[in-house]
């Protein structure tokens, strides 16, 4: 009886066209539509505009030790700040210096000369590591631009300390590799929440209420669970090395639990949500929607320290957010189950927890048994 | 022709209200994921980020640092494990973002009046927060170099031959002045949901009278009718969601003291171009498809990825050719950077009519494609009652 309602499930999800295209063909075609909008990468250069009102020696040696910056392309030469800032406002993610009148003059009587570098705050996001970067070079370049014309004073005193900044894990560093392995995890969630969902609603809207035998109901659930699998070997497989994003740092017995423990976690969650549902386009409607808050909440990109402490806790309810921590802690940052606890023990109260649900909302409720996938 | 535009738009009231799900997906549901992502970005800047410190020189320059980096409200030392390779378990544990490696020998390379190295070895896993890391520990290690730099010459060389360096950078963030992620995410998150569950909203709402058979009764009337009775079926959501982006707007514009530089009313005239805009686009699908289920993955697709493709997150000018063009025929990349102009910089109205223009168009190109097969669609029961 299991495997006949393994067996039907799958022709279900074969037969009805809508579900097709949901569970099957736009798992793929995310996988590659949505790594195109990251390929960008890092924004290592940024367009730079100079205003230079000094118009000295050692002015002119710092504008063109800052069109030489690797972080940094000199994009434009406004004569004004005024003028400065309206190329701002057009140009978007942009940084502008400005080296201020008497800057020679203040070195060499000894005293500091200043450079403003201005970055734009409205594209935040895109241009605060590249500002950073470009504000460590400019402080380098700065003196050394100076040096020339200091040398009279003496050197001035040597920095004391410097910062050596090492990536960990995800050495490339990119938007891509950032964020697509979680976006990868969440398209899996969603696809099967919504692909199980309404093929529930869908018998529910013919067949009206129906119990379900506790075996018909494993079987489907362990048709789902090879289904998401697939996607998980699909996407952490394929995808990622197609992308050549990190990956496949852990053990591949940890990311079968690992895997496995995120896709029952996804498939007892998409059981229990699919008992609720009577129409068959209802789940899409008021799930599809959801996609970009779920994404924010599992704390990839906005960190669970930063997230009011009750809502990162009401956050754990959903398989997405140990799910994309695990996944991401094992094939990213090759980090043990054991390393992962609190990853592994939140999914595993999530099966019980949703598979429970969902064994009650199936097999308790006083209805007539679902026919199809009874025996003949 | 009124008439019908009206009558329309009151049938579609009258649905929502005896549809509690329908009624759902433009009333609690907006509300509750508006709200979601306003409770959880509210803190704007991340404080009391874990780090971990490998001590491995323990002499009094390092013991100050330490203390320093303890002071500094952006970093919480969470332990100070004694080897790199206990740090380098907790960070893999997800118990702290970065580990500060203090070198051996620290304490006597700066006594010898030479350069120190500080590693500091980050996440680049969880890039945002340890983005702000990497930030907080920079400005402690630079401090607290000025200081120890400061005592070494003046021990060497006498106080009066102490000399700051020659030059020094001053950076500011315009427009945005406290760098808070809360004013970039949250204005660009909330029309990305708004625009997303209107979408979804009137694609339903055509697909479901082709999915109930129900469009020949409804659209019974002459051709000029039918299309003012579909534009009265849309103005109902156009109503409710210029609503959502008006709340949304006040809330943190007013409620959160984020300002619009700019105008406001160019800005709620965005949002309309906006849904004109996505209206456009759901007759479009419809039409193309004439099936309720179909035109909801559709929507998924078009609209569901908005947010990533709008360029003012991730840098859309340096990706594929294909990102590129996807990212040109959305809606929503104009609207991104009108919020950019009106509500950040205070850029002229008149810089950010070309981005309402733009928005027409697609209401204007989407419709006239969409439209006619789908009012056509009220004669020919066959395609009716497709899932």
């Not at chain 1, 099967?192 to 018998?203: E, K, P, Q, R, S």
């Not at chain 2, 120890?148 to 020659?166: D, K, T, W």
């Not at chain 2, 859309?316 to 050719?321: K, N, Q």
Request: charged content about 15%; overall charge positive.
């Amino acid at each position: 009886m299991i495997g006949r309602a393994f067996l039907a499930t799958f022709r279900a999800v074969l037969s009805d066209r809508s579900a097709f295209m949901l569970i099957v063909v736009s798992t793929i075609l995310y996988s590659f539509f949505y790594p195109s909008a990251y390929s960008g990468e890092v924004a290592v250069r940024i367009p730079v505009a100079v205003v230079d009102l000094d118009d000295s020696g050692a002015s002119r040696s710092l504008v063109r030790r800052i069109a030489a910056l690797q972080q940094a392309d000199l994009a434009a030469r406004p004569a004004s700040p005024g003028a400065a800032r309206l190329w701002l406002e057009t140009t978007g993610a942009g940084a502008v210096v400005i080296i201020p009148e008497g800057f020679e003059r203040h070195i060499l009587n000894g005293a500091q000369g200043t450079v403003a570098l201005y970055g734009n705050g409205a594209y935040l996001l895109r241009s605060s590591t590249a500002l950073s970067g470009i504000g460590l070079a400019l402080t380098t370049i700065a003196g050394e631009a100076a040096s020339d014309q200091a040398m009279a004073q003496g050197a001035p005193a040597r920095p004391a300390l410097s910062l050596v900044q090492r990536p960990l894990f995800n050495t490339r560093e990119g938007y891509g590799s950032t964020v697509f392995p979680g976006v990868g995890f969440l398209i899996i969630h969603q696809t099967l929440l919504m692909g199980l969902t309404m093929l529930a609603a869908t018998l529910r809207e013919t067949l009206g209420r129906f119990r379900l035998p506790s075996r018909t109901l494993i079987g489907i659930a362990l048709a789902f669970f090879v289904i998401g699998w697939a996607d998980v070997a699909y996407y952490a497989g394929f995808v990622f090395w197609f992308q050549d994003y990190p990956r496949a740092a852990g053990s591949p017995g940890a990311l079968i639990v690992g895997g496995s423990l995120f896709v029952g976690a996804t498939v007892a969650a998409a059981l229990a949500l699919a008992s609720l549902f009577r129409t068959r386009e209802r789940p899409l409607q008021l799930w599809m929607g959801t996609s970009l808050a779920i994404f924010f909440l599992a704390g990839l990109s906005w960190p669970a320290e930063a997230t009011p402490a009750w809502l990162a806790l009401l956050a754990r309810l959903l398989p997405t957010t140990a799910g994309i921590h695990l996944m991401v802690g094992l094939n990213q940052m090759g980090a043990s189950l054991a390393e992962q606890t609190r990853e592994v023990l939140n999914l595993a109260i999530l099966i019980l927890v949703y598979g429970g649900l969902a064994w009650w909302r199936f097999t308790k409720i006083s209805a007539p048994d679902l026919q199809p996938l009874k025996p003949d | 022709m009124i008439r019908a535009f009206v009558d329309s738009a009151r049938r579609e009231t009258a649905f929502l209200r005896g549809s509690v799900w329908d009624l759902a997906l433009v009333t609690w549901l907006p509300l509750l994921l508006l709200a979601i992502v306003a409770v959880q970005l509210s803190a704007g800047v991340m404080r009391n980020l874990p780090i971990v410190v490998v001590d491995e020189d323990g002499g009094g320059v390092a013991c100050d640092l330490i203390r320093k980096l303890e002071a500094s409200p952006g970093l919480k030392v969470a332990a100070r494990p004694p080897d790199m390779a206990q740090a380098e378990h907790l960070v893999r544990s997800n118990a702290a973002y970065a580990v500060v490696l203090i070198p051996r020998d620290l304490e006597r390379t700066v006594l010898r009046g030479e350069t120190g190295k500080i590693l500091l070895f980050y996440n680049a896993s969880y890039s945002t927060p340890s983005g702000s890391v990497l930030r907080e520990v920079g400005t402690v290690v630079q401090a607290h170099a000025k200081a120890l730099a400061g005592e070494q010459s003046a021990a060497i060389a006498g106080p009066a031959r102490v000399r700051p360096q020659p030059v020094s950078v001053q950076s500011r963030i315009l427009y945005n002045p406290q760098a808070s992620y809360e004013l970039q995410l949250v204005a660009l998150i909330h029309p990305a949901l708004l625009h997303l569950l209107f979408m979804i909203a009137v694609v339903s709402a055509l697909g479901r009278e082709l999915r109930d058979g129900t469009i020949g009764a409804w659209l019974a009337g002459p051709r000029g009718e039918a299309v003012a009775a579909v534009a009265g079926k849309i103005a109902p959501y156009i109503l409710i969601f210029l609503l959502w982006g008006a709340l949304a707007t006040g809330y943190l514009a007013v409620y959160r003291g984020w300002p619009v530089q700019g105008s406001v009313a160019m800005l709620m005239g965005g949002y309309l171009a906006l849904y004109l805009a996505y209206a456009g686009m759901a007759l479009f699908i419809v039409g193309a498809t004439l099936s309720m289920g179909q035109a909801l993955s559709m929507t998924a697709l078009y609209a569901g990825a908005s947010f990533a493709f709008a360029g003012a997150i991730f840098p859309i000018e340096s990706a594929s050719a294909f990102a590129r063009l996807w990212s040109a025929l959305l809606p929503f990349t104009r609207f991104a950077r009108l919020v950019a102009e009106q509500w950040m910089i205070g850029a002229p109205v008149l810089a950010s009519l070309g981005s309402i223009l733009a928005l027409f168009a697609f209401l204007v190109v989407g419709s006239g494609a969409g439209l006619p097969r789908y009012v056509s669609a009220r004669m020919s029961p066959e395609v009716w009652g497709r899932r």
